[in-house]
């Protein structure tokens, strides 16, 4: 191989042969040197992008990671406040169902079913085969509708509760108003009501009430519930009592030797009210009693013998 080198000053040329290994050494020099050159450009090319995409890389993951941080505490936060609010729902339910139970009990002992037919105390017996297999399987409700079910139910079983109290309520209160029985525990009639002859004078004389012979210091008894109007001396009913039940009707007792109410009471059906005596017209211990219609006087034989309620 020849290398001709031209001299660009004086023009002159100059030859040079070269052998075989330094033809070799030059072309591994010509060549070796731009590809060497290529591979370290390449090189720091490489690194610098490896280094950039680090850089971003670490950066998305923080983001990344922070973000799933913040999905989680948020995820937390809802399924507190979500669980807060089914345990205040389910207290509530709970709450209703005791009052549920409570009433329930009320209205057994009204009812007068307290021998067994209703425990409101302990839950009610349930069971049955267990199916082998369900041929059409629907969705389970979630846990809020079941909740929001048992709710409704219950506002409809509280509904038909009350109104059974309110109409046990009235049928009691109606019972207690009603005029029925005599007005001494024990003792018997000795003046009907009507014409008959005057015990002081022997003439003819209208008896307004029905008079109830029984030992002194006897209870007296109000035939039914009602406001007292009177309790005091009266003329010749002696110390009498007086009671409204409402309705038009009045009763009257007479002749008691003492008083247990005053005016104002209110008193129950079956409650003492006075003790038996002799004071005011009297010939010995006994009960004189009046029933008064809206301001008329009748006959209290048909309340003394009917049947309450």
């Not at 030859?15 to 591994?28: F, P, Y």
């Not at 720091?44 to 990671?65: C, G, K, P, Y």
């Not at 029985?181 to 009639?189: A, E, H, L, Y």
Request: aromatic share 6%; net charge neutral.
């Amino acid at each position: 191989m020849r290398i001709i080198v031209v001299s660009k000053r004086h023009g002159n040329t100059r030859s040079i042969n070269l052998g075989g290994w330094a033809r070799a050494v030059l072309s591994v020099c010509l060549v070796g040197i731009p590809v060497g050159l290529a591979a370290v450009a390449y090189k720091f090319i490489s690194d610098r992008d490896n280094e950039l995409l680090d850089t971003h890389s670490r950066e998305a993951w923080v983001q990344t990671l922070d973000q799933q941080e913040q999905n989680i505490d948020t995820a937390r936060r809802e399924t507190e406040k979500k669980l807060a609010a089914l345990t205040l729902r389910v207290s509530e339910l709970q709450a209703r169902l005791v009052r549920l139970d409570a009433l329930g009990e009320r209205l057994t002992t009204m009812a007068k079913l307290d021998n067994g037919e209703f425990d409101f105390s302990s839950p009610p017996a349930v069971g049955g085969p267990e199916a082998q297999s369900a041929p059409n399987e629907v969705e389970s409700p979630s846990l809020i509708d079941m909740l929001d079910t048992l709710a409704a139910q219950i506002d409809d079983r509280q509904q038909q509760l009350d109104t059974l109290e309110a109409l046990l309520a009235n049928r009691k209160l109606q019972n207690d108003v009603f005029l029925a029985g005599r007005p001494i525990r024990k003792g018997w009639m000795s003046s009907r009501y009507g014409r008959r002859t005057d015990p002081f004078t022997g003439g003819a004389d209208w008896h307004q009430g029905v008079d109830f012979a029984a030992k002194e210091d006897s209870d007296i008894v109000a035939v039914a519930s009602g406001v007292v109007t009177w309790a005091d001396d009266r003329y010749q009913y002696g110390k009498m009592i007086e009671i409204n039940h409402g309705n038009g009707f009045v009763t009257r007792y007479g002749h008691c030797k003492s008083l247990l109410v005053k005016p104002g009471d209110i008193v129950k059906k079956g409650q003492t009210i006075g003790l038996v005596g002799s004071t005011g017209r009297s010939t010995g211990p006994h009960v004189h009693f009046e029933v008064h219609k809206n301001g008329r006087v009748v006959d209290p034989a048909s309340y003394i013998h009917r049947a309450s309620r």
